[in-house]
């Protein structure tokens, strides 16, 4: 189980980010949190057929999320 602190700073953190995703014309959401640190994020918009989602969620997304909350151990996309 995720304790409390650590699930509201990964919130924070995907907030920071949606305007730079909501630029372009997508976004995203959290869907889940597993117990080993796999943060589950749903792309939408224009992010959810973007030929670039990948790069975005790993080189963004992902790195971004690692270095605030260095607990994560990866960020997917469902």
Same mark, same amino acid.
């Given at each position: 189980?995720?304790?409390q602190e650590t699930?509201?700073?990964?919130?924070?953190?995907?907030?920071?980010? +949606?305007p730079y995703l909501q630029a372009d014309g997508g976004d995203l959401s959290?869907?889940?949190?597993?117990?080993?640190?796999?943060v589950k994020v749903k792309l939408v918009g224009?992010? &959810?057929?973007?030929?670039? +989602?990948t790069m975005t969620l790993k080189? &963004?997304?992902e790195n971004t999320l690692k270095k605030q909350v260095p607990e994560v151990k990866a960020v997917e996309a469902v």
């Open positions: 189980m995720v304790n699930e509201e700073k990964i919130k924070a953190v995907l907030e920071q980010l +949606r959290l869907v889940e949190i597993t117990d080993d640190m796999v224009a992010c &959810g057929s973007c030929p670039m +989602r080189a &963004g997304v």
